[in-house]
């Protein structure tokens, strides 16, 4: 085999890029869109792609022609391609990521490039603080300092922490080799990714086993590592080539195992006030055990034995952020009902190729069957998102049609008829009270005009909650984590308007929005407020989005009790429905 063949994920990529190029190059968005769709098959493909391409059938694939067949075929054979790499030196080589800025398209960046030779992010941002930008037809001094803003959030991305649910998969890989590795008795990540904290660092392993060489020998040659950065007697650092993360692995005997998991996992704060108050007990603890005055080790087989030790409840480590939890723990109040992943029964907010989603309704359909879900609501963008396909009122019957059959040919799976309405600038809801009342659900949701002020948006969202047929808010704040900040709002003001009128907040689990945040969350369950988890799912893979929703709504301190898909489909929709009686 070709040591420089690629995978699914970098075939994607290039085509993707190709994509980009190609729109830099002006040609007509059939032949452009072509290649965002071989990227989305070739990602969502079960097949191996290698047994594909040497056997011949590629163009088994949907939307794959003998073109993009023979140029797949070149990327997985050789590892490169040729017509990418001749798109590529037309272009500066900066420009591509100055298309990775917030609202900055291809037309935007040719533009840029054309008129003031503006080829990379760097002669981007020195363009605007010269105030040469505003001077180019169809920017202005706004446009400039939005670009600005824009520039600077995406510096703060670059280097820095990544997004959890870019990593997890990564680390999931890394604990299933060292599962399987020689002699591992105990093994799990700690740190950041441990409390599934928002974004990542550097990740932290710990594992436990006799003998450490082995078990490190397994980090340093597993799959997808680029760098070897050191390797000791009982660490190992490398740095993976996905998402350019550097992991840290200690193995050490598993007496020592919980309490270092303890230490390793944080966040510091908390750790630190849990060893001041051991000291007040007279008792020393870190990362190499718990010890008494005299020196004495102490047992710890988990780490429920060192709070117990300190005479309080043991705190789940998305809990471990010192914002509550040890004074809590103490008097006993911490929730021990924290709503789990095996507790939701449906997954909310999801879209299918009706609006702009990726998938059919019954490949959704079937996808969370093989989840063990059972349901799933189909909220598609309502028509004002026309840049989403969003669905004309007539458009909601014809797809209700499609549901009935769905439902009747995937048992034990049911599909629910809601929709993803547009809240508007007013607050008014995208479609008539005549149609909503016909839903199962509603979800309302703000996709445009992010840039009003605080009061304006905030009166937006209280008005929206004034119609009765609203069930869900969703993405409540509009943030995408590194790419737009959260749209000005006074929660406090929308969860009490929220609680009162018996309206249910969305806890989003797309990795790049965990919208409601988890302060938001407990903010909601203090007033008494419900919740849902969802996915935002746009295709099949993004069911999976339930985990970063579920991991948000504990760093909430949300209970079972407190999220509404827990309850099974009828009970679901009755209590949506009951909350606005």
């Known amino acids: ?73 070149e990327l997985v054979s050789t590892g490169k391609l040729g017509f990418h790499e001749e798109l590529k030196a037309e272009f500066p080589p900066g420009l591509l990521e ?46 400039e300092a939005k670009i ?22 990564t680390v999931e890989g890394l604990l299933e080799l060292l599962r399987a590795a020689p002699g591992v008795v105990r093994v799990s990540p700690a740190g950041s990714v441990r409390r599934r904290a928002e974004t990542v660092g550097d990740v932290d392993l710990l594992a436990s086993a006799p003998q450490a060489g082995p078990v490190l020998d397994v980090l340093a040659n597993a799959p997808g590592v680029a760098v070897l950065i050191g ?18 692995l200690r193995v050490l005997p598993d007496e020592d195992f919980a309490t270092a998991l303890h230490h390793f996992t944080g966040s510091k704060a908390h750790h630190v006030r849990l060893r001041g108050m051991g000291q007040d007990k007279g008792l020393k603890i870190s990362e190499w055990g718990v010890h008494q005055e005299d020196g004495t080790k102490l047992p710890i087989r988990d780490e429920a034995d060192i709070y117990r030790l300190l005479g309080m409840q043991y705190v789940p480590p998305e809990l471990r952020e010192d914002s509550g939890e040890i004074e809590a723990a103490l008097e006993g109040r911490l929730p021990e009902d924290l709503v789990s992943l095996e507790d939701v029964l449906g997954v909310v907010h999801c879209h299918s190729t009706w609006s702009d989603g990726k998938n059919s309704l019954e490949e959704m359909a079937r996808a969370a069957q093989a989840l063990g879900l059972k349901y799933l609501t189909v909220t598609e963008h309502s028509q004002a998102a026309v840049y989403a396909g969003g669905l004309k009122e007539d458009d909601l019957k014809r797809q209700w049609d499609e549901i009935d059959r769905v439902n009747a040919a995937v048992p034990g799976l049911r599909l629910l008829k809601g929709i993803e309405v547009d809240i508007l600038e007013s607050g008014a809801l995208d479609y008539r009270d005549s149609v909503l009342e016909r839903c199962e659900l509603v979800i309302g949701s703000v996709h445009i005009r992010h840039s009003m002020n605080e009061e304006q948006m905030t009166q937006r969202l209280l008005n929206a909650m004034d119609n009765p047929h609203l069930n869900i808010i969703g993405h409540p704040t509009g943030r995408l984590i590194h790419e737009r900040e959260p749209y000005p709002v006074r929660m406090e003001a929308v969860l009490d308007k929220a609680a009162a009128r018996g309206v249910v907040m969305e806890v989003n689990g797309k990795p790049a929005r965990l919208d409601l945040k988890a302060e938001h969350v407990r903010q909601a369950v203090q007033r008494g407020v419900k919740l849902v988890v969802s996915a935002d799912a746009h295709r099949r893979e993004d069911l999976n989005h339930l985990v970063f929703a579920v991991a948000t709504a504990r760093r909430g301190w949300a209970r079972k ?21």
Request: glycine residues 10%; contains cysteine; proline residues 3%.
């Open 231 to 248: 390797k000791g007697e009982s660490k190992c650092s490398v740095r993976m080539t996905e998402a350019d993360l550097q992991v840290d």
């Open 1 to 73: 085999m070709n040591p420089n063949t690629l995978d699914k994920a970098a075939v994607a990529k290039i085509l993707r890029e190709l994509s980009l190029l190609l729109q830099l190059k002006g040609e007509n968005a059939f032949k452009v869109r072509a290649y965002d769709t071989a990227a989305d098959r070739i990602l969502g493909m079960t097949q191996d792609l290698g047994a594909l391409v040497r056997e011949g059938r590629l163009q088994e694939l949907p939307g794959i022609g003998q073109g993009l067949a023979e140029k797949i075929s």
């Open 561 to 581: 009790g407190e999220v509404l898909n827990t309850l099974p489909a009828d009970r679901f929709i009755s209590t949506l429905k009951g909350l606005r009686c």
């Open 148 to 169: 600005l803003e824009g520039i600077a959030l995406h510096q703060r991305a670059q280097g820095k922490r990544k997004l959890l649910g870019d990593v997890l998969p």
């Open 98 to 143: 100055m298309l990775q800025l917030p609202d900055m398209g291809p037309k935007k960046a040719m533009a840029l490039w054309r008129e003031l030779q503006v080829g990379s992010v760097a002669d981007l941002e020195r363009a605007c603080r010269e105030g040469r930008v505003r001077a180019l037809k169809g920017f202005g001094a706004k446009s």
